[in-house]
Antibody, heavy 119, light 107 residues
């Protein structure tokens, strides 16, 4: 059974930092690019970042570029998101996900972890 | 980035109704289009991938069509458990994927 479990969500002040983790099991983690997707309260889904299976290549939404860093540890089947210089608009549930692309139906999502940025 | 525009933003319907949600891309995305269902407090659930392929385990009342810039999700006969929010997602420009703004389906 595929499982993705995020952790690390918390309340943080503007300008602060948080590190999210995503522990995975049940699939060949190193074979897949992995993403972070967020959802602000009452709002829609927003792609945040994706990292390649090897961890060599990463990409970011313009809204977080230069502030967030995605990484992975394939030996631990774990995904991370380092969030620095946090802003109020970063408040959201953050999902760890392997998103289906093209004709590959493989699609896994965690349950999400809440990040609140507020004075 | 590619913009995805869903319509309508919200929709009221009844059990047994046939419902169609549309998604338009700002440029051609071939068939790189997914549809998701999301219920409150839950992660999105993949319904349709590659515009028209039904994900395993998804009821056959869900179907998707379209290519290029215009896509539709159809629910042939609404069930109570289908009342949720639906999102389209383009994966043509991967990894810079973009979601539609969502369609809330209400009773």
């Amino acid at each position: 059974e595929v499982q993705l479990l995020e952790s690390g969500g918390a309340w943080e002040q503007p300008g602060g930092s948080l590190r999210l983790s995503c522990a995975t099991s049940g699939f060949i983690f190193r074979s897949y690019a992995m993403s972070w997707v967020r959802q602000a309260p009452g709002k829609g889904l927003e792609w945040v970042s994706t990292i390649s299976g090897s961890g060599v290549k990463a990409d970011y939404a313009d809204s977080v570029k230069g502030r967030f860093t995605v990484s992975r540890d394939n030996s631990k089947s774990a995904l991370y998101l380092q969030m620095d210089s946090l802003r109020a608009e970063d408040t959201a549930v953050y999902y760890c996900a392997k998103v289906s692309s093209g004709y590959d139906p493989t699609d896994f999502w965690g349950q999400g972890t809440l990040v609140t940025v507020s004075p | 980035d590619i913009q995805m525009t869903q319509s309508p933003s919200s929709l009221s319907a009844s059990v047994g109704d046939r419902v169609t949600i549309t998604c338009r891309a700002s440029q051609s995305i071939s068939s790189y289009l997914n549809w998701y269902q999301q219920k409150p407090g839950k992660a999105p659930r993949l319904l349709i991938y590659a515009a028209s392929s039904l994900q395993s385990g998804v009821p056959s009342r869900f179907s998707g069509s379209g290519s290029g810039t215009d896509f539709t999700l159809t629910i042939s006969s609404l069930q109570l458990e289908d009342f949720a929010t639906y999102y389209c997602l383009q994966t043509y420009i991967s990894p810079r994927i973009t979601f539609g703004q969502g369609t809330r389906l209400e009773i």
